[in-house]
């Protein structure tokens, strides 16, 4: 498959990257790149990530379908990803409190989603998630289903969404998460992602032992009083969940974890996505905006 590309800065661009499916396979020290990679039969995620001299980073991605039957190694654009998109607006939203901790049980904390949030904004309505004590290590959950879901593991899964904390409580979290759950095939995929305050690591869930994992994606705390923009991808492979990549601030950070997903042994399918406040040892209110969550799958 031939791969072009080009990138711009005003300080230089020190090195150009071709990333395959979260894998790196071409690097150069220019702000072009000409070449060819190649790619099996199957759905892939083409990236091309440019680093400039001061170290900041850009990158574009393509999704491409190969054919088993084509006669030369050029792929065509996939377009026929489905999307949810402004999902922070939608009314059906359901909230168990604890139940974002296995096994949790006794007080839960205060929590509340208000919705149609003006200020701050980037897209004329947010959404503010709040969480208040009592009770130190509690945690609020909020998740929403969506219609038509795919019966079948996906091959492709992207969950992004803008995030706003507030100075007042720049370091109040004891963690942040967000996740994709989905049923298919007798099994459930789980692809969370957890910022965790408290240890200083990004982590992402292994939905069959029950327990957190750190990752490559280096920490640091969300600053406050402006939008960050992440992205989570992931996909399935059989009956194994895989934590491609994490993009923060259009940084991209390739993980490659891989989980095996839980047999349920039951009929149905479901996708959902949510997401997480957690309170710190002294149960320290707070709040944090969201604006412009989308979920894209094929």
Not at 207 to 213: F, I, K, N, P, Q
Request: hydrophobic share 30%; glycine share 8%.
């Amino acid at each position: 498959m031939p791969v072009q590309a080009s990138a711009y800065d005003r300080d230089g661009i020190a090195y150009t990257q071709i990333y395959v499916d979260g894998h790196q396979v071409y690097t150069v020290k220019s702000s072009t790149v000409n070449t060819s990679v190649k790619l099996s039969a199957g759905y892939h995620r083409i990236a091309v990530q440019a680093k400039d001299k001061l170290g900041n980073i850009g990158k574009s991605v393509v999704y491409v379908t190969v054919s088993t039957t084509s006669s030369s190694e050029t792929p065509s654009t996939s377009t026929d990803l489905t999307v949810i998109d402004r999902i922070e607006e939608q009314t059906d939203w359901q909230t168990c409190g604890n139940c974002g901790n296995s096994g949790a049980t006794g007080a839960t904390a205060s929590y509340t989603m208000t919705r149609g949030i003006t200020d701050p904004t980037k897209d004329g309505s947010s959404a503010q998630y709040w969480i208040g004590g009592p009770y130190a290590y509690k945690n609020a959950y909020w998740y929403i289903g969506h219609s038509n879901s795919p019966s079948t593991p996906v091959k492709y899964l992207r969950y992004e969404f803008d995030l706003y904390v507030p100075a007042q409580y720049a370091s109040a979290p004891q963690a942040i998460e967000f996740e994709c759950q989905q049923k298919a095939s007798g099994y459930v995929y789980n692809y969370a992602w957890q910022a965790d305050y408290a240890k200083r690591q990004w982590r992402v869930f292994n939905y069959t032992t029950r327990a957190w994992e750190a990752t490559n994606v280096p920490f640091t705390k969300f600053s406050a009083d402006t939008w960050h923009h992440i992205v989570a991808e992931y996909h399935a492979e059989g009956s194994v969940v895989v934590h491609d990549a994490l993009t923060i601030d259009g940084v991209l950070y390739n993980v490659g974890i891989k989980h095996g997903a839980k047999y349920v042994g039951t009929t149905g399918h479901y996708l959902t996505n949510a997401f997480q406040l957690d309170l710190n040892g002294s149960a320290t209110a707070y709040k944090v905006y969201v604006d412009g969550m989308k979920v894209s799958y094929k």
